[in-house]
């Protein structure tokens, strides 16, 4: 064969291929999922990074939101396709007739959501009356609500001042209040301020393993029409966090810029959560009396909530959960 004509030949088809290779990669559906900054989303970070999603046949695009209490009307309305939210906020919207579904289970809050307070108060009982930072509409009014509950009293026992989570460490530090409630990594910067003698954990997640679970949610009506799709964002999910395992360094580098962290600081956030394997999120939607159970954790949470005034009634817990692609990728299919 003519060299000239050969070499022509293979660059007409490494023009072809990688034309080809653009076009199936601009093909691919792109799913827009709203989510918050926050360690327990770690292994979606890192996903996005070396490509997982895409190995998967799906384009993710995330956007952040400020207040993520914002966030399940932005699916039900259609803003975005899906969030990443707590449980906790996936049952007002099932008591208003949404269809939001729980199709995988991110990570449970173990000690990363916490209740802040200056050095000198030291028990729960002692913030009865007094003015607390943080945002009504998010896990952090429902970790202060079950911190209240377990000692005999509910929210209107303290004076709440709503503000957003990324607020709170300066109301804190600037002494407009002496308690108040967020997460990582606002937690770690309250408690590190003036060298970390003022503030400290008053209580925390860790108190109630399981209870605060992440999860990543879609309307029902979404989920059946984009099977594919989504089942290819959970096993990218699956993806990342096996390379948080084998690769630590790398990751946290990922998990750092994505969280604008350093990467040193990834390890000890990384402590105060848990991201289960595909064998413990199936446990997740068995019925059992375990806590991270969601059907145990959903009647804690319904409990208080209603005690709360956020919903009047108890929502069907099994209409909100749909364990469909942690099943077959928990059975190995």
Excluded: C
């Amino acid at each position: 064969m003519n060299r000239k004509f050969t070499i022509k030949l293979i660059v007409s088809l490494l023009f072809t291929g990688a034309t080809l290779g653009a076009n199936v990669a601009s093909a691919m559906p792109t799913i827009s999922i709203g989510t918050v900054v926050w360690i327990g989303y770690a292994p979606l970070y890192v996903a996005e990074h070396i490509h997982a999603f895409e190995k998967h046949g799906v384009k993710v695009k995330f956007t952040n939101f400020s207040d993520n209490a914002t966030m399940p009307a932005a699916v039900e309305g259609g803003a975005i396709d899906g969030a990443t939210l707590t449980y906790d906020q996936v049952l007002p919207g099932a008591t208003k007739g949404w269809d939001l579904q729980v199709a995988l289970p991110i990570d449970y809050s173990s000690g990363a959501d916490a209740i802040v307070s200056t050095d000198d108060i030291t028990r729960i009982s002692q913030i009865k009356g007094k003015a607390i930072a943080y945002n009504a509409m998010s896990p952090s009014a429902f970790l202060l609500a079950y911190a209240l509950q377990k000692n005999g009293m509910s929210l209107k026992d303290v004076h709440s001042v709503n503000m957003d989570p990324g607020a709170v460490p300066a109301a804190l530090i600037g002494g407009n209040v002496k308690i108040g409630v967020t997460y990582q990594p606002s937690v770690s910067s309250i408690i590190k301020a003036d060298g970390g003698k003022r503030f400290h954990v008053l209580f925390s997640s860790r108190e109630a393993p399981g209870l605060i679970t992440d999860v990543l949610v879609f309307k029902h009506r979404y989920i059946v029409s984009h099977k594919a799709e989504v089942k290819g964002i959970v096993e990218g999910y699956y993806d990342g966090l096996a390379y948080m395992k084998s690769h630590p360094k790398q990751a946290a580098a990922y998990i750092a810029e994505a969280m604008g962290i350093k990467a040193d600081e990834v390890p000890g956030q990384l402590d105060g959560i848990h991201n289960p394997t595909p064998k413990q999120a199936w446990e997740n939607f068995k019925r059992s009396k375990k806590i991270d159970s969601f059907y145990t954790s959903g009647q804690v949470i319904g409990g208080i909530l209603m005690a709360n005034g956020s919903i009047k009634k108890m929502p069907d817990l099994h209409e909100t959960l749909y364990p469909y692609f942690v099943d077959a990728i928990a059975a190995g299919h």
